[in-house]
């Protein structure tokens, strides 16, 4: 055991929350509430066109255990118009962590025991201090992720909500839950150590939860609360909020988190596996082994391969013909009018010849009469002149 204990406290943890909720619901403040650390974060706006996730990776040490915590919080959650495909890119986030590590666990050299686990072991979802009803946006995501994430389910900001109200809410919130088949992580109560503490906690779900940025002097020790003109919210005090609850919970049940977390990898990871041809090696199915199915997907792939390079010289051919054939056409058409240009050029000669051969005529028989008017007009002269 204590080797075990030197090993994990040398090697450290690594824990990851997906937070989701409403911009401005108090995500920022709950997280460095529940670590008592200021996480350096900027405030995000409203005027986003979709959905995003911001991941922040922090390295926590406390009595010499170091936590490597990562934050993944989402930015612009429910503001746009249009919040039908709200919870995609939360899917897609949670998968691509599983494929992630997917990869690495495929890979010939691997190196799991020092790669950076990205898998979500717990999501906080925020619900809205409203009173009411869950909103659509709350089930749906919740019903997209309860079959990948251990979703725990908070009230943000439940300092603005009365103590009797806040009950009943809780109550309204569960039987929503339950009436839509939405399963939320339950803290297990099979372990006798934890068993009392846990049962006890499930029935504080979901947690009505309040953070603060700030510190206030109480007496003379510095704590977590919001001021009003009213009076103090304390963080830290169970009368006030669930807040040091949750901690408590996380705490104590982080193994189990990760546990479940490794069980929603191991649907994922059997899910695509299974699409991509892999089957085990069993008395029913001997003749298939990962070997003979990356092999079967290659030659799948060489013949697609070859088939798509027979598809683009066949259309290459046919549009080298298709432009010889334009060319020919073309050429042709240069032809003709040539030939048209000749045959006038030679006409328009033709009558060119004609024409001078005409003048030159013309010209010949005005010579002729000009030498015939001279010699009559001497003959004239001389018959006049007197003698
Ligand atoms: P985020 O956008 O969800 O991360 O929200 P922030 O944590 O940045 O909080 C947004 C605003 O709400 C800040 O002004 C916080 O001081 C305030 N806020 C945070 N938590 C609480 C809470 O529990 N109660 C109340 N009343 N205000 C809170």
Known sequence: PDQLIRKSIKHGFCFNILCIGETGIGKSALVSSLFNTDFEDSPSTHFLSSVRLRAQTFELLESNVLLKLTVVK????????????????????????????????????????????????????????????????????????????????????????????????????????????????????????????????????????????????????????????????KVENENHCDTIKLRRMLCTNMEDLKEKTRAYYESYRRCRLETLGCRDIGPENKSVS???????????????????????????????????????????????????????????????????KLLEDDKAHFVEKKAVTKSIQSQVSSVSSPV
């Open 74 to 233: 989402t930015v612009g959650f429910g503001d746009q118009m249009n919040k039908a495909d709200t919870y995609q890119p939360i899917v897609d986030y949670v998968d691509a962590q599983f494929e992630a590590y997917l990869e690495e666990e495929l890979k010939v050299i691997r190196s799991l025991f020092s790669y950076h686990d990205t898998r979500i072991h717990v999501c906080l979802y925020f619900i809205s201090p409203t009173g009411r009803s869950l909103k659509t946006i709350d089930l749906l995501t919740m019903r997209s992720l309860d079959s990948k994430v251990n979703i725990i389910p908070v009230i943000g900001k439940a300092d603005s909500i009365s103590k009797n109200e806040l009950q009943d809410y809780k109550k309204k919130i569960m039987s929503e839950l339950a009436s839509n088949g939405i399963r939320i992580y339950q803290f297990p109560t099979d372990d006798e150590t934890v068993s009392e503490i846990n049962t006890i906690t499930n029935g504080y779900l979901p947690f009505a939860v309040v953070g603060s940025m700030e510190k206030v002097k109480i007496g003379n020790k510095m704590v977590r609360a919001r001021q009003y003109p009213w009076g103090i919210v």
């Open 290 to 356: 990962l070997q003979e199915v990356i092999e079967a997907k290659r030659l799948e792939f060489c013949l697609e391969v070859e088939r798509k390079e027979e598809e683009i010289k066949q259309r290459f051919v046919q549009r080298v013909k298709e432009k010889a054939t334009m060319l020919e056409e073309a050429e042709q058409q240069v032809l003709t009018k040539c030939e048209h240009l000749t045959l006038m050029r030679q006409e328009e000669e033709l009558k060119l010849g004609e024409k001078k």
